[in-house]
């Protein structure tokens, strides 16, 4: 059974920093495509970043590139997000996800995305 959870969220000042974890449980985060997707109500869910170490692959949307870094550690089977220079419109609900592996190396991170697996979700929220 693969499982993602997700934990770190908060609320916080902007220009502060927060990092999320995702925990995954079933599924080799080495060998498979994770990413962190956040969500405004009224918006939709959109990808922010994506890790696939099989595909060498790292990518992030436009609006957070150069302030979010994603990474992943093999030995807790985790796949963390660094988040800097915190803006108010950063203030969503964030998730991790497991991509299709194939649309993670033929889709723009901007596209709609398969996704196999979804966690619940930790809420972000930041102030001016």
């Known amino acids: 059974q693969v499982q993602l959870v997700e934990s770190g969220g908060g609320s916080v000042q902007a220009g502060g920093s927060l990092r999320l974890s995702c925990a995954v449980s079933g599924r080799n985060v080495s060998r498979n495509c994770l990413g962190w997707f956040r969500e405004v109500p009224g918006n939709g869910r959109w990808a922010v970043a994506r890790i696939y170490s099989a595909g060498n692959l790292i990518d992030y949307d436009d609006f957070v590139k150069g302030r979010f870094t994603i990474s992943q550690d093999n030995a807790k089977n985790t796949v963390d997000l660094q988040m800097n220079s915190l803006k108010p419109d950063d203030t969503a609900m964030y998730y991790c996800?497991?991509?299709?592996?194939?649309?993670?190396?033929?889709?723009?991170?901007?596209?709609?995305?398969?996704?196999?697996?979804w966690g619940q979700g930790t809420q972000v929220t930041v102030s001016s």
């Open positions: 996800a497991a991509i299709w592996s194939y649309d993670c190396l033929s889709r723009s991170i901007s596209s709609p995305l398969e996704i196999n697996y």
